[in-house]
């Protein structure tokens, strides 16, 4: 099945080599037959950037991978395809993997967010996000908002801090599978590797937070639901004339009294030192994390 996220993430590989090689070509003043005098016209499509069905469906062909890799000396096929510069290599693999999890965000959401939620930030947002918007109809675009920013702030933070370890899981994966079927295993690896690493950083420590903060919401929200529960069992709910009664019965009419219930103080207070102690924790994430 086509996804867009891999097709893309192939279209830059596919981007980056032909640059690579123009560049190689042009600092070594290379010509085309010195590149591959076999064939010519594969050489040009390379470095054009010309995938065609029948000749180079996959751009590089294994011979004229090795050729340029034995004549433009580059130390290996991994680095033909990935760049032999480790800095841009690195930048360019960071890339790889906030695809990888986007990608994998789609068809593993639940093993993405357990690991995403050690990122506070993004544990809150989508707490609120899903306590809220799922039974809410009034407008939540800054909720929604929120979420999406902190999810995105999320991945890259996830992707920073498992860099070094992930790039050796990548270069083992592609060693040597040069351009060959390049759609296919990239989709296989983030299926695979990326998608095992990603359930092994599953954190009980983040998700505990989502935990605390969707309890927060819920004791928050409860004198509310008691409220409508009044309102819906009222002898005086049905009546129409409501505004003709007593206050004190109209006050009694909507489920309500003058002043807070034991219960309802009791709620605000535990709400309250709920919110203070997440904010102290989102505060100071970075001491915790």
């Not at 594969?42 to 050729?67: C, E, F, G, I, W």
């Amino acid at each position: 099945m086509d996804n867009e996220i891999i097709n893309n993430m192939s279209l830059k590989v596919y981007n980056q080599i032909s640059e690579r090689l123009k560049i190689k070509k042009k600092k070594l003043k290379f010509t085309r037959e010195q590149i591959f005098e076999s064939d010519i016209p594969l050489v040009s499509r390379v470095l054009n950037n010309r995938r065609v069905k029948n000749k180079n469906p996959y751009l590089l062909t294994p011979t004229l991978a090795d050729s340029i890799v034995k004549k433009m000396n580059f130390k290996s096929t991994y680095e033909l395809v990935w760049g032999e510069n480790t800095e841009q290599r690195e930048e360019f693999l960071e890339c790889f993997f906030i695809n990888g999890l986007e990608y994998l965000a789609q068809v593993h959401a639940d093993i993405v967010n357990d690991a995403l939620v050690n990122y506070f930030d993004y544990a809150y947002s989508k707490a609120m996000y899903d306590h809220i918007v799922s039974f809410v109809t009034t407008d939540v675009h800054e909720i929604i908002t929120r979420y999406n920013f902190d999810k995105n702030h999320a991945i890259y933070d996830f992707v920073e801090k498992n860099l070094e370890a992930l790039i050796r899981l990548h270069k083992q994966f592609f060693k040597n599978k040069v351009t060959t079927k390049l759609v296919k295993n990239i989709q296989l690896f983030y299926d695979t590797v990326f998608l095992k690493y990603v359930r092994n950083k599953q954190s009980e420590q983040g998700l505990n937070f989502y935990n605390l903060v969707l309890q927060v919401l819920i004791f928050e929200e409860k004198p509310l639901t008691i409220f409508d529960e009044q309102i819906e069992e009222n002898k005086y709910f049905k009546n129409e004339n409501i505004d003709e009664l007593p206050f004190d019965e109209q006050i009694e009419a909507l489920g309500g009294k003058q002043e807070p219930n034991e219960m309802e103080n009791a709620v605000n207070k535990v709400v309250l030192k709920g919110k203070k102690f997440i904010d102290s924790i989102l505060d100071n994430q970075q001491y915790l994390i």
